[in-house]
């Protein structure tokens, strides 16, 4: 069993169709993975991806609603949010500081939803995605689980940080090689990452690999593939 916690719909330069992307995932012996839509450009077509991926799900895909805190009305969340699985926060894409006060509004929504939330998190010179930074809305919303992407850059303050809280997680997309899973299992356990692809930015073969190569139990192993996964979406 793998499920993907990492994987976007709409991306430019790729074209495929959700079915497309679920036969290439298949064939990698995918059998589950959250979706989201990649930045469209206005708050109008990301929505309208938003509800596309809920339209075409299937069995398959787990959809979590990207969204804009900046534009979105509590409203409309709160109506939204029993659709989905759970939430991708960009800040970059959507240009927004998630330490922002005037968020909290959008935060206790989530928080009271109860469902897990992944956000990108990538040194860019940019203090909105800097995972040394934004891991602080850990501490600021102790009931929602935060799901940092690309490794939170494999940051040794992050991850220091990271064993203080039991609210925070990383997905192993892009920034990540057997060598860093496996010093980063020993550190902070395998209850705390989980395996995510980035598709269509990275191969989901590649990504796998790392996992599949790294020298750690196989009982870590399934934490990271689809066990951790399980756990932060299908919650009772």
Same mark, same amino acid.
Do not use: C
């Given at each position: 069993?793998?499920?993907?916690?990492?994987?976007?719909?709409? *991306?430019? =330069?790729?074209?495929?169709?959700?079915?497309? +992307? @679920?036969?290439?995932?298949?064939? &990698?012996?995918? !059998? $589950?993975?959250?979706?989201?839509?990649?930045?469209?450009?206005?708050?109008?077509?990301?929505?309208?991806?938003?509800?596309?991926?809920?339209?075409?799900?299937?069995?398959?895909? *787990?959809? =979590?609603?990207?969204?804009?805190?900046?534009? +979105? @009305?509590?409203?409309?969340?709160? &109506?939204?949010? !029993? $659709?989905?699985?759970?939430?991708?926060?960009?800040?970059?894409?959507?240009?927004?500081?998630?330490?922002?006060?005037?968020?909290?509004?959008?935060?206790?929504?989530?928080?009271?939803?109860?469902?897990?939330?992944?956000?990108?998190?990538?040194?860019?010179?940019?203090?909105?995605?800097?995972?040394? !930074?934004?891991?602080?809305?850990?501490?600021?919303?102790?009931?929602?689980?935060?799901?940092f992407a690309h490794f939170a850059n494999d940051s040794d303050t992050f991850f220091s940080k990271l064993k203080e809280l039991k609210n925070a997680y990383v997905d192993t997309s892009i920034v990540s090689s057997t060598f860093i899973i496996k010093r980063r299992v020993d550190?902070?356990?395998?209850?705390?990452?989980?395996?995510?692809?980035?598709?269509?930015?990275?191969?989901?073969?590649?990504?796998?690999?790392?996992?599949?190569?790294?020298?750690?139990?196989?009982?870590?192993?399934?934490?990271?593939?689809?066990?951790?996964?399980?756990?932060?979406?299908?919650?009772?």
């Amino acid at each position: 069993m793998i499920i993907d916690f990492h994987t976007h719909s709409g *991306v430019d =330069f790729d074209g495929s169709t959700l079915n497309e +992307i @679920k036969e290439k995932m298949k064939s &990698n012996g995918i !059998r $589950k993975a959250v979706i989201f839509p990649s930045t469209q450009g206005s708050y109008q077509k990301l929505m309208e991806k938003n509800l596309e991926n809920i339209e075409k799900a299937g069995d398959f895909f *787990v959809p =979590f609603l990207r969204l804009d805190p900046k534009n +979105i @009305k509590t409203a409309e969340l709160n &109506n939204l949010q !029993r $659709k989905f699985y759970g939430f991708k926060l960009h800040p970059r894409g959507e240009n927004f500081d998630p330490l922002d006060k005037d968020l909290e509004g959008i935060f206790r929504i989530i928080e009271k939803s109860r469902k897990p939330v992944i956000i990108h998190s990538r040194k860019e010179n940019n203090k909105n995605t800097d995972p040394d !930074r934004i891991i602080e809305i850990a501490k600021i919303y102790p009931h929602i689980n935060f799901v940092f992407a690309h490794f939170a850059n494999d940051s040794d303050t992050f991850f220091s940080k990271l064993k203080e809280l039991k609210n925070a997680y990383v997905d192993t997309s892009i920034v990540s090689s057997t060598f860093i899973i496996k010093r980063r299992v020993d550190e902070v356990g395998s209850d705390r990452i989980l395996f995510g692809s980035d598709y269509p930015f990275s191969d989901q073969e590649i990504e796998l690999l790392k996992i599949k190569k790294a020298d750690i139990s196989e009982t870590e192993r399934e934490n990271i593939l689809y066990k951790n996964a399980e756990r932060l979406i299908f919650r009772d």
